[in-house]
């Protein structure tokens, strides 16, 4: 029997087509709740101030690049939301000394416009925003070689070997409103995916490409990247995918609270938790992933109620 239709998007998948007892389970949630979604693979974690949420994810950087040598190059994989963490890498990067020599950068995504992915001029793109916000503020001695940063704008291809090359510790991200990382989005409902989308098999074997975006996720990077203007907001997209996730030793998910709501960063913790995997919603595929850590800010949790104002 066929799933519902979006809510959202009829021509897409998403969380709406969940069935209404998950939706419920995650709306009714709260902080205590959230706490005891902790298991084996799968911990949870709160911080107090957004400066300590954002410190302690700047620190993961530090902690994958201490490991690296000439020998076993490590490194680790980032987001572009939130982006408040990148000038803390850089600050406790030179305060250290930090030699980055052996170390290396993932960028997990970039947008796509004409079927090409976006020139570092354009205001929207990700490699300007990671070399402004942090490499470029890093001491010249202290930084890794150009050659060290990876992003998916070449052949997707080399991109992905790029995680057989060299060590993933973690692999950051947010969560999108449509329940992704990176740009891993539900796909559209259609062909063989009419009545059900791809199975959690299925859209594990997705690695680094192009997509189109679901319109939820242009819509929320309009909101927060855009001032809310939908048009400059491109539509496709280049992202790390799932096969390269797996490559990375631990997957750690940050939520201020501002680019998910209450009840999203909710529903994606109870999937996990409960290892209920499903391609509509695909933060839930993590159910899946040996080490994975979500994070966070306890003034951004909020309440998952009706109000009117």
Known sequence: MSRPLSTIAPDWWDYTTLEKDILQQAAKLQEKDLRQLSRDGFQVHFYDTLEELYLAEALEYIEAWRQATPDNPTGICGPIGPTEQLPLVARIVNSLGLKLHSAHFWGMDEWVQNGQPVAPTHPLSFIRADRELCFDRIDPQLRMPDSHLHFPVGKVEDYSQTFDAVRCVVMQGGQGEVKHWAFNDPPRRGGEYKDHPPTPSEYRQLKTRQTDLHPLTV?????????????????????????????????????????????????TALMISQRIPDSAVPMSLLADHPNVHFHYYRGGLGRVQAEMH
Not at 233 to 240: D, E, I, S
Not at 243 to 257: D, L, N, Q, Y
């Open 219 to 267: 819509v929320q990077n309009a909101r927060t990247s855009g001032g809310g203007n939908v048009a400059i907001v491109p539509t496709q997209a280049r992202t790390v995918g799932p096969v390269e996730t797996w490559k990375a030793e631990k997957v750690s998910i940050w939520h201020p609270g501002h680019h998910d709501n209450p009840f999203g960063i909710r529903l």
